[in-house]
């Protein structure tokens, strides 16, 4: 059974950092992201990483120049580096994965993990 636990989330004053780590069961994900969501509001794209033949990454406006996605391919682990962050950036993020290469244009993921709480405050 697939599993992704996220870890790293936490209270931080705005203006500051946080690093979120999500560790995959298996190393069979080319696509990996990060998505949150907000109280009231639906779930949004937050990040992606694609590793295949290439690698690339993708980043939603309101997190560009912010955030930073990685992956470090022999822990099965992506990373979501989270600086200068924003009020309106408080959200439960949740770490997504999937086997298909589309997913990374798609953004429609087949495993997520159980989330963790960014609190951002002013």
């Known amino acids: 059974q697939v599993q992704l636990v996220e870890s790293g989330g936490g209270l931080v004053q705005a203006g500051g950092s946080l690093r979120l780590s999500c560790a995959a069961s298996?190393?069979?994900?080319?696509?990996m992201g990060w998505f949150r969501q907000a109280p009231g509001k639906e779930r949004e794209f937050v990040a992606a990483?694609?590793?295949?033949?290439?690698?690339?990454?993708d980043y939603a406006d309101s997190v560009k120049g912010r955030f930073t996605i990685s992956r470090d391919n022999a822990k099965n682990t992506v990373y979501l580096q989270m600086n200068s962050l924003k009020p309106e950036d408080t959200a439960v993020y949740y770490c997504?994965?999937?086997?298909?290469?589309?997913?990374?244009?798609?953004?429609?993921?087949?495993?997520w993990g159980q989330g963790t709480q960014v609190t951002v405050s002013s």
């Open positions: 990483i694609i590793t295949w033949s290439f690698q690339s990454t």
């Open positions: 298996e190393r069979s994900f080319p696509t």
């Open positions: 997504a994965a999937d086997r298909n290469i589309d997913t990374y244009y798609r953004r429609t993921y087949n495993y």
